[in-house]
Nanobody, 127 residues
Framework: QLQLVESGGGLVQPGGSLRLSCAASGFTLGYYAIGWFRQAPGKEREGVSCISIRGGSTDYADSVKGRFTISRDNAKNTVYLQMNSLKPEDTAVYYC????????????????????WGQGTQVTVSS
C-alpha cells in the first residue's frame, strides 16, 4: 500500500494564501522525491515545485517563483506547499507525486518521472 493524500485546498481570494499538505501512508516518504503538479481545465498538467528526499534540492515553475515554498517534514511523512499571493491563474487541481530516490540532489518537474500520485485537491482563487 503506497498512498498519497493531498489536503488544504479550497476557495481563496486573490492575494490570499493556502498551505497544501501531502501525507504519505504505507511507505516512508523520506526515501522519495516529491513533486507538486497542477492541472487547470483545458490546460496541460504543469509541474509546480519539487523537493528532494531531504530537501537538499528544490525547484519551482517560473510562474510561482517567489510566491510558493515547498518543504517537507519526513518525521511526519508529509510534504507541504505554502502558496502566497495567489492569483486566479493558480486555480487548478493540485496533485502531489512521489518517486523513490537515493539522491538528495534529485528533483524534477516532469510528471512522467513520478510513478505515484495522489488524488488531488482543488484550489480556486476567485473574488
Amino acid at each position: 500500500q503506497l498512498q498519497l493524500v493531498e489536503s488544504g485546498g479550497g476557495l481563496v481570494q486573490p492575494g490570499g494564501s493556502l498551505r497544501l499538505s501531502c501525507a504519505a501512508s504505507g511507505f516512508t516518504l523520506g526515501y522519495y522525491a516529491i513533486g507538486w503538479f497542477r492541472q487547470a481545465p483545458g490546460k496541460e498538467r504543469e509541474g509546480v515545485s519539487c523537493i528532494s528526499i531531504r530537501g537538499g534540492s528544490t525547484d519551482y515553475a517560473d510562474s510561482v517563483k517567489g510566491r510558493f515554498t515547498i518543504s517537507r517534514d519526513n518525521a511526519k511523512n508529509t510534504v507541504y506547499l505554502q502558496m502566497n499571493s495567489l492569483k486566479p491563474e493558480d486555480t487548478a487541481v493540485y496533485y502531489c507525486a512521489a518517486r523513490r530516490s537515493a539522491s538528495n540532489g534529485y528533483c524534477a518537474l516532469r510528471g512522467s518521472e513520478f510513478p505515484n500520485w495522489g488524488q488531488g485537491t482543488q484550489v480556486t482563487v476567485s473574488s
